[in-house]
């Protein structure tokens, strides 16, 4: 159970996140932009040369990709901004608050997804646009399932940030760790049938799980279902779970161990 | 508090009075070959100014991040207000405020929302979105302290507008909001102009007035530890002074008197004749170790064209403790 002022310094931190993005128009505008790039150029055209050839609408498969990368790699990303903080000097103000230091990250987290859901909106309204179908059910389970991927991705970049000492040594690395990720996880194209050298790193990309979540809740009561969802929704989740908490929990305990062990 | 002798070391028996209770401490950074901070003991009383001194790389951050918990020691014991540093980090983050030599302030939010960020991570109010919603306490708290600091006007303005002394003060305000029973200060007047070093410095000592708060700072100004109760001089990494800079001025060095005459030859040959101890660098300095420097000027005949008494510094008393370490 989060103690009550706990609680209000997670919010406390989030809002500042969010409250950095706002102030900054140019990040907003390109963080919006990216995504549109995926689905209208990469997904456009996949589904102009396939159309329903596969079984199923290749824009929508592209765009409920698209969708839970986003989530999950601008979180994981926005992690960034904890070795940031450091190379600023403001995460000793942070690191000598009075409070656990898991609120901290989570904190920090919650900020990021907040920040991740302008860009899940405008991609909401970017596929409706286009014309992919989406019912309301269908939209309260894209943002119910896109929170729970952005969280995952916090944790997720947590852990990995726990093991870089800088800025840029985590800008060179997190494109090195995401772009295997968009392949292995499907986000553009269908991974129901693999060779096995590939199928054995997909199963340990997280990307995997977070999108197959997304597509799972989504196409739930559909006929493509059975083309495009590799497992139960419920099964993902008993992934992205646990695997959230093992993230939070190592990645936190080696990202302060980095800050006060030096 | 008598002086110590270089490399000595100095262990207290600690008091009730103690605030700061640093026992054996050492700090060895990883792939470093010498401590950064080699097994120094100390003690602070509470209200007490104390300034730790010393050169670059001495160890003064090095034991200001410790105390403060953002550094892990390689081993030794510390105690602030009664909290362990091992056992009870939190308890040592409530009881102390710190402003760091590096400014650690978010400059892409106003200095006001840097100020509640602060007081809800320390637990003091609420989280609420907007200044007008937090408490009448919090906001009667800002607008105290940001009066006593001159900033009051400013607090809504982004940060990145600020000057290096606004910031600072800045800083001050918020370290105060949760009333530190310890304030630590590292350098916290580096990088300012003189006249932001004189005013930050008034500002202090009305914030000592009011707070009662022992202060623990670390500084290359030597005139800014002239009036701390206590100071504690570090080089390499180990304690090479420590007592009030007036025991410490006294113990290192001496008054004397200087003068000179025109003609030379004549005055050596008096001092020498009267067993006057004396150098000549070239004017004849005389230490006067007790004398009295009229006594001395009314046993010299010959006519005298310069006559001054010299009362050596903190600074003179600091650079020889260094060049004897």
Known sequence: MIAVG?????????????????????RLITTVIFPFIFIGALGGTLSASFGRAPGFDFLTLTFTGVFAQTLFQSTAMGMISLVIDRENDF??????????RYTIIAGRI???????????????????????????????????????????????????????????????VFPFIFLPQFFLAGVFTPI???????????????????????????????????????QDPAANFAIIGPAFVVCLVIGTFFFVRSERNR | MRATAASREVRHAPSD????????????????????????????????????????????????????TTLAPTSGVALIGGHDLASDPSGVRRTVGIIFQKPSLDLNLTAEENVRLHAILYGLFPYRPFFALMPIAYRDRVRELSAILGIEREMFKPVKTFSGGMKRKLEIVRSLMHRPRVLFLDEPTSGLDAASRRALWDYLRQVRLETKAT???????????????????????????????????????????????????????????????HRETPLFEIPLDGLGAHAILKSIDTPLTTVRTVAPSLEDAYLKVLARS
């Open chain 1, 91 to 100: 995460s000793q103000e942070l690191f000598i608050a009075p409070v656990s």
């Open chain 1, 110 to 172: 919650l900020g990021e997804t907040l920040v991740a859901l302008p860009q899940a909106l405008a991609i909401l309204a970017f596929g409706l646009v286009i014309g992919i179908p989406i019912s309301p059910g269908q939209l309260v389970g894209l943002i119910g399932t896109g929170i729970i991927v952005a969280f995952f991705g916090g944790a997720f970049g947590v852990l990995v940030l726990a093991f870089l000492n800088n800025q840029r040594a985590a800008n060179q």
């Open chain 1, 192 to 230: 129901q049938v693999m060779p096995w050298y590939l199928e054995l790193p997909s199963r340990i990309t997280p990307l995997r799980y977070a999108v197959d979540f997304v597509r799972g809740v989504f196409y739930a009561g559909t006929t493509d279902y059975q083309h495009v969802v590799l």
């Open chain 2, 215 to 277: 202060v623990f700072l670390t500084t290359h100004y030597l005139d800014e530890a002239e009036d701390a109760d206590r100071i504690c001089i570090l080089d390499k990494g180990k304690i090479v002074a420590e007592g009030t800079p007036a025991a410490v001025k006294q113990d290192l060095t001496h008054e004397y008197l200087v003068v000179d005459a025109a003609d030379r030859d004549a005055l050596r040959r008096e001092l020498v004749g009267r067993g006057v101890v």
């Open chain 2, 17 to 68: 009075r103690d605030t700061i209770v640093v026992t054996d401490l050492v700090k060895r950074y990883r792939g470093a070959e010498l401590n950064a901070v080699d097994g120094i003991s100390f003690t602070v009383q509470a209200g007490e100014l104390f300034a730790l001194l010393g050169p670059n790389g001495a160890g003064k951050t090095t034991t200001i991040s410790i105390l403060t």
């Open chain 1, 6 to 26: 706990e609680l209000h310094s997670i919010l406390a931190l989030a809002q500042r996140d969010l409250t950095k993005l706002l102030r900054d128009r140019a």
